[in-house]
């Protein structure tokens, strides 16, 4: 049983990154990562709203849609459940961590929108787990998501130290060493447990 949790872990990390293999949530990746502090705080917060969002959809999945036969529901619940669990973030940052809060700025209820979370929970979905997997498969999601950031994060403040061409101020060079970083990612895909 601990092994499959270490699979799914690893997995989500490494070869089926929401980012990285699946070119998901690219918004916030690419928007906040300029700094690494802003984007320890977007992980925390995308941690808590996917592994929270999995929880609630599962039970909202399997004891409301699926029984009644609402299946055809299940993108809209979910983006309801993800919209009231971004305001509980945005409502709780806001009067504890405000300099975080701002830091963030727009990125934070975009979280709303972002692909990853409602990727995540239509995935579980779609897996038909039970709800300790499909809150641990969120977790482990998140988690993969805030490693790419935060690693993405650091490849940024080293490429803002670093003398480069004009063309590649910015976003250019943002693109450009994000792709270089999914190239590496994708060397994972070979590994098997």
Known sequence: MMSEY????IGYLLM????????????????????????????????????????????????????FGLGYMQTIAFILVI????QIVEMALKKLLPVLYQALG???????????VLGVTLDNAKAGTDLLMSTFSG????LGFTFALLLFACIREKLALSKMPKWMD?????LIAAGL??????????LSF
């Not at 919209?83 to 971004?86: D, F």
């Not at 727009?106 to 990853?116: G, K, Q, R």
């Not at 977790?139 to 998140?142: E, G, L, P, R």
């Open 6 to 9: 270490f699979v799914v872990l």
């Open 16 to 67: 089926n990154n929401y980012v990285m293999s699946k070119t998901l949530g690219l918004c916030p990746f690419i928007g906040v990562s300029k700094r690494f502090d802003t984007a320890k705080g977007m992980g925390m917060a995308v941690i808590f709203v996917i592994t929270m969002a999995s929880f609630v959809t599962w039970l909202i999945n399997e004891f409301l849609l699926l029984p």
């Open 83 to 86: 919209a009231v669990l971004v």
């Open 106 to 116: 727009v990125y934070l209820p975009l979280i709303t929108t972002n692909c990853v």
């Open 139 to 142: 977790f482990a999601a998140s």
């Open 170 to 174: 910015g976003f250019p060079g943002a």
């Open 181 to 190: 970083m999914a190239i590496a990612f994708q060397g994972f895909n070979g």
